[in-house]
């Protein structure tokens, strides 16, 4: 605004048009005067939300975005109504509703008529992923780039646009575990954070926010003393080390021992649980001796821990264990006192499910 010669105001309502108010257009922001949109525009400046270029929809209410930029890299972004009961046993206002909300086949039915509850959207950080997860259909994209804290952003508004959401009337939860590590790109996504959680922007708070990391151990230091952050989420999938280095590589460059220091370590805030993550993969790591390894490994944490059947798609070699094995393997930590979930899949058939992003058009 300065170097247009603009009062200094005319930031704050550019700002808002673009965050607050969700307009995609410089020439639809009635609070500028109509010959400075004009400038702006032969300048050369425009509203940069990534376009949708396709949308796929399941079954259970969950939409999978592709999520084009400029350049011609693309994203996927998963809108999921009533969410997949992530933020259950986490302490935070999130994890209340949860509890107090419908029946899963109730909500279902209720978004397909478009009644509103409460929604979740899962936002990617990077093109592609370094990480090579061996279970996730993302890794088989590897890293394409990074996104700027705009496509992130961009992300989230271009997804409130489509639904028609109001955040002053609608409860809407963010989690980073779209395709990418966001600690491998943390500037970017801890700006991103800050400006969506900017209550003079679009105004979601950061405790409804969660970040999901593969074990990026100096980053889960330095997120900790982060004055506004997300609920950490950290994907664990294995109980000891041989294991999960077989099916995530990054634990060759911090182990278990290392990644469990850095999570007993972490601030967390009243009521605040860490959650950690865990795959089930059938044979692999979901009998009964790795769930006593795991309880040992969480032992006297403020922790608790999602599980998730594998989400299966083409070229991951490995199988979803059978319900039972599921439950028995929640029993063996509940029973230790561990507080564990289920993490119910969403999106499943469109490969929107945790670990399917792929920007599968088919």
Sequence with gaps: MEGFSQPSYRARQLYQAIYSQRMGELQAISTLP???????????????????????SSKDGTI????????????ETVWMPEGDGGEAGDGSEADLEISESLAPDQADKDWREGKFNRATICISSQAGCAVNCQFCMTALLGLQRNLTAGEIVGQVLAVLNDRGVSIDRERINLVFMGQGEPFLNYENFMQAVRLLSDPEGIGIPASRMTVSTAGIVPRIHDFGEEPLRPKLAISLNASNDAARTSIMPINKKWDLHQLLAAAREFPLRNRERLTFEYVLLDGVNDGEQQAHELVELVRGMRAKINLI???PGPDIHFSTPAEQRVLAFQKILRDAGIPAY????????IYAACGQLKRTVA
């Design 34 to 56: 109509v010959d400075f949109r004009d400038q702006l525009t032969r300048e050369g400046y425009s509203v940069g939300l990534p376009e949708i270029q396709k949308k796929f």
């Design 64 to 75: 999978r975005y592709l999520m084009a930029f400029p350049d011609g890299q693309s994203v």
């Design 309 to 311: 059947a594998l989400n």
């Design 342 to 349: 289920i993490r119910r899949p969403r999106g499943r058939d």
